[in-house]
Structures are given as structure tokens and as C-alpha cells.
């Protein structure tokens, strides 16, 4: 093919045995340019595909967009300065064995369960089975390596006791967060409620958690950093599980990709996520009352949650309902024995997906759920002490010289700790605000929300800064700032919608943990699982519900 010049070629199938490779209508394509036809028995019948291609390693990329009628798109996009490993070189090479493997992707997806609601379709997120489409994911799982892996497993454990120790610090939570109750409204509504528990002296003698810490391998250092703990609605441990099962079945499927599917490990997460829910409905002891999962009222990702109700009732007989928070204000009521009646069931375990934003509370009615609930003896995953103990600002403050040491006593345990805690700051130190401001890229300004879209970076974390800082705002109470972490890029197959985009991407490990304490007894500590989050590298954000990144899984190096 002719230098410098770029084209895209179209795969037309006539019949589902014969498919024909033409050239597509192109300006910048030669005269002089051909193109052999010949057949192959790979792709069904009516699935037309466009292709963009770079015809020459010296040419520029451009970003080309060609519709296809068979509902998959391939958008390439290069970076310059990467070059492609193998496997990418192979598969770009071959343009209708990458056809094959996105087809059969995609059916795999379809037959098993990995699916969403599509926001743009009306009840998608009401209606179980209307306006289901694929969740987006990787088509190939992302190289990590097993040292940091392993590292990260046995972070777990830790961060899980941790958690727990740090919730029982009724007085600590409240210091470390109330110049943020002047600032923050949301917090500090969290803070009254919590505040409300303190004063009845309430006790958790049964705490459920179910975390999710995550971490990038900064490419710098070579070091596993943290990003955030999670400890309310730690999402997709349904759907993060069915995504390693679909790369060992296209891995062990197409052998000459050269990859061990043995390389991507298990992931139980569904199946331990559901044994520790019900682990927490034994210990309450009443097996006629119910799993309560409080859900949004409009949840596109609703799938991930039935898979764990469906687990749930197939494993361990335990039934699991649903409600919003409004439900819950308008049909709850408490016993005088502290027991929660929800439509005329009683409750055991209370399973937060909802309640972590803001967008959750739209009115008084859902703040009256959260302190019914509360205020119950139920099992609640979480807790609003756990709750708090998960929020940016407690992260920060951990990270402090000496501060572990109030919650641990093991010097391993805590060095371990010490070691994933990414740089960490306050607005107080003023030092670090003028590096800040200074030098942007190096930072992320975080505020105490959580579900994505809410960091700020660059430009703009400069400007708000400077903002915040002119104004002598007590608002700069309610961020903190954390060191930016840079991983290494890796090309990379993201599907989304049925269109399948090559880029540089990133990924972001999330490793799910397990907690269950009754009675002062340890009944279950555990790292359960992971989520392998996957993003183009020119974004910022990286959350799969928000729009940014796609579900991926682990391949160990």
C-alpha cells in the first residue's frame, strides 16, 4: 500500500459462508492501491464491518469514524509514540480475525449475563430486560504484574480491620470531619445522623463490610498506590467476575493469540460478596426476615445487583428485596425492639447501593430512611460510622505520621499500609498549595463525593485554588489534595455499545474485601475478589457506570 496515506476497508458478506474484502471510496487512497478479495468462513451472514487503517507507520493518525451496518465499529486511534505489542500488530493485520473475536465477544456477553441497562432507552433502569445492552469491557484482559497483584490481595485483610477499628472511633470521625459540616451539606448531614447514634449510645454488636480498595501502578515509582477505599455500594462484584470468565473462553477459543487463559486468575467476587451477606443474615438469626438492598430509583447497572439477589437465593435460601429510599420512608416502620418492617417484612440486612451521593436525597423523605434504618437493629452494610470511615477527608487524615498507630498494633500490617498511601494533603498546608498551583498536572483536587465525574485536574484545579484561596473560602476545608498517579499506557480494545475502539489506555485495580465481626468475634475477613477498570488514557475520570472506562480483568505477568 502507498505511504502516508490512510483508507479503511469494508467486510460485506454476501452469504454466511463467503466474505469479501473491497475497498472502501477514498480520497487520500491511491489509484494504484489494490486490494485481494478472498473468502473465509468466520463471520455470519449481514454483519458488515468498516475499518479505518493506517497504511504506513510514518503517516499521521487521524481519528476515522465509519458507521457499520452490522452494529460493530472498529475506531482506531494511535499514539505516535507507542508501538503496538504483537498481539495488536497481529490482530490489526488480520482485520477478520478481529471481526471474529469482537462477534463472538459479544454473543459471549449476551448469552452469560454481562449486560446493563442503555440510559437513553426508556425503563431500562426500572424494567428488568428492557433496553439491555453488553456492558462495556475490554476485549482482551490487561497485562499486570503478579508481585503487585499478590501485593495488593494481601492488602485486603488489612484494610478490612482497619475499617472496622476505625468506626468504633466515634469521637476521631467527628474531629477529623467537622470543619467540612460547615462547607459540605451532605457530610454534614451524614455527621448528624451519626452524631444521633453516638448519643443512644448505639452498638453494632454485628458489622457487615463490604469495601473495595483501588489502586493504579504508577509507572514512575513502580509502585502500587492507593486511590480510594470504597465502603458504600462497592459496585459490580456481579458483573466484574463474568468478565474474566469471558477472556479465559476467547483466550482458550483462539489459542494462536498465544495467551494462557491460566494467566487470568479467578474472581469470586459475586459468590463471596453474597456468602458474607449471608453469613450476616445468620448471625441476626431470624431465618424468616429478609435481605433489604436499597437501590436508586433508576439503576442501569441493576443487572450486577440481581446477580448477587440471585445468588443470594440459589446458594443460601436467603430472600433479597429491594426498595429506594423513599420506599423505605413511606413503608418502613420500627418495632419497639428495634426491628425494621419494610411493607410488612422484617429485615436483617440492609445492603447499601444507593445513599453515597448527594442525588440520592432529594427530598427529607430519603434523610428519614437513612435514620430509620440507622436507628434499627439490622445488619447495615454500611454502617454510617462505616460509612464516614470510607470518606476522602478520613483517608487523608490516616495517611498522617502516627495516626495508624491509634488503630493497629502490627508494625507489618502498618508498613504495609504505608507503602500503598499515594501523597495525601489537606488545604491547610500551604506549601503544597502553591506546588499545587503551580504545578497542576502533579495533583488531583478530590472533594468528598463519590460515583466519578467530581475530581478536578489541571487548569481547572489550579483556577479553583486560586479561587478558593483569594476568597479565604473555609470551602477549602471541604478537598483535599492527592498526589496524580501516573500509570503506564497499553494499546488496548474497548468495547462499548457494540463499537469496538483501539487506543492507549490505563487500567485501575479495585480488590474487593469481605468483613463480618459479631460480638466482638471475627467471623469473616477476606479479600473477595476484584474489578479491573480500563479507560482511555487522555481521560480523567474513570468510573464504567459514569461513561469512562470499561470492565476488564487481570493477566498476570
Not at 493506517?54 to 505516535?80: A, F, R, W, Y
Not at 431500562?124 to 503487585?148: D, E, I, N, Y
Not at 469521637?171 to 451519626?194: P, Y
Not at 504505608?418 to 488531583?444: H, Q, Y
Request: charged share 20%; glycine share 6%.
Amino acid at each position: 500500500m502507498g505511504n502516508g496515506s490512510s483508507s479503511c476497508l469494508t467486510v460485506s458478506v454476501p452469504n454466511p459462508y463467503i466474505t469479501t474484502i473491497s475497498p472502501c471510496k477514498s480520497k487520500s487512497l491511491s489509484s494504484s492501491t489494490s486490494i485481494p478479495t478472498f473468502s473465509t468462513n468466520i463471520i455470519p451472514q449481514n454483519f458488515l464491518i468498516k475499518i479505518p487503517i493506517t497504511m504506513s507507520n510514518h503517516s499521521s493518525p487521524s481519528n476515522l469514524s465509519v458507521k457499520c451496518g452490522g452494529g460493530v465499529e472498529i475506531k482506531e486511534t494511535q499514539d505516535e509514540n507507542t508501538s503496538n505489542k504483537p498481539i495488536f500488530e497481529t490482530l490489526n493485520s488480520v482485520p477478520d480475525l478481529l471481526q471474529k473475536l469482537i462477534y463472538d465477544a459479544l454473543v459471549w456477553t449476551s448469552l452469560h449475563g454481562l449486560v446493563v441497562g442503555h440510559k437513553s432507552l426508556q425503563k431500562s433502569g426500572t424494567v428488568p430486560g428492557v433496553g439491555m445492552v453488553h456492558a462495556p469491557f475490554a476485549l482482551l484482559p490487561m497485562s499486570f504484574p503478579k508481585s503487585h497483584w499478590e501485593q495488593a490481595c494481601e492488602l485486603a485483610p488489612v484494610f478490612n480491620e482497619l475499617v472496622d477499628r476505625v468506626s468504633l472511633d466515634g469521637k476521631f470521625l467527628q474531629d477529623s470531619l467537622s470543619r467540612m459540616k460547615k462547607v459540605d451539606a451532605f457530610t454534614s448531614r451524614l455527621l448528624d445522623i451519626h452524631s444521633k447514634m453516638l448519643e443512644l449510645n448505639k452498638k453494632e454488636e454485628i458489622r457487615l463490610g463490604l469495601h473495595r480498595s483501588d489502586y493504579m501502578l504508577d509507572a514512575q515509582t513502580k509502585e502500587l498506590l492507593q486511590i480510594e477505599l470504597n465502603t458504600i455500594s462497592s459496585s459490580f462484584s456481579g458483573l466484574s467476575c463474568l468478565v474474566g470468565d469471558l477472556h479465559r473462553n476467547l483466550l482458550n477459543q483462539y489459542k494462536g493469540l498465544g495467551l494462557d487463559s491460566k494467566r487470568v486468575p479467578a474472581n469470586g467476587s459475586v459468590n463471596q460478596f453474597a456468602e458474607a451477606l449471608a453469613l450476616a443474615w445468620k448471625e441476626y438469626n431470624n431465618p424468616r426476615d429478609v435481605v433489604m438492598i436499597v437501590a436508586q430509583p433508576e439503576e442501569t447497572n441493576m443487572y450486577d445487583q440481581h446477580w448477587l439477589s440471585f445468588v443470594l437465593k440459589e446458594k443460601h435460601g436467603v430472600t433479597m428485596i429491594r426498595k429506594t429510599l423513599r420506599e423505605v420512608d413511606e413503608q418502613g416502620e420500627l418495632q419497639p425492639d428495634g426491628t425494621l418492617i419494610i411493607g410488612g417484612q422484617a429485615v436483617a440486612v440492609i445492603y447499601f447501593r444507593a445513599g453515597y451521593t448527594p442525588n440520592d436525597y432529594p427530598s427529607e423523605s430519603e434523610w428519614r430512611a437513612r435514620l430509620l434504618m440507622e436507628q434499627s437493629l439490622a445488619v447495615k452494610c454500611p454502617s454510617i460510622s462505616y460509612h464516614l470511615t470510607g470518606t476522602k477527608k478520613i483517608q487523608q487524615e490516616l495517611a498522617k505520621p502516627g495516626v495508624l498507630e491509634r488503630f493497629m498494633e502490627d508494625k507489618d500490617d502498618i508498613a504495609k499500609l504505608r507503602k500503598c498511601f499515594a501523597g495525601l494533603w489537606s488545604l491547610d498546608d500551604t506549601n503544597v498549595m502553591k506546588d499545587a498551583i503551580e504545578r497542576p498536572e502533579s495533583f488531583v483536587l478530590k472533594p468528598q463525593r463519590e460515583g466519578g465525574r467530581n475530581n478536578i485536574y489541571g487548569k481547572d484545579l489550579s483556577e479553583t485554588l486560586l479561587k478558593l484561596q483569594k476568597e479565604n473560602s473555609e470551602e477549602l476545608s471541604a478537598y483535599i489534595l492527592m498526589q496524580r498517579i501516573f500509570p503506564t499506557s497499553s494499546q488496548t480494545f474497548l468495547v462499548r455499545d457494540g463499537i469496538c475502539h483501539q487506543d492507549q489506555a490505563i487500567s485501575e485495580l479495585g480488590i474487593y474485601g469481605a468483613y463480618l465481626r459479631s460480638k466482638g468475634k471475627v467471623i469473616l475477613n477476606e479479600q473477595s475478589g476484584y474489578l479491573m477498570r480500563t479507560k482511555v488514557s487522555s481521560s480523567d475520570e474513570g468510573g464504567v457506570a459514569a461513561g469512562f472506562a470499561v470492565l476488564d480483568s487481570v493477566y498476570l505477568t
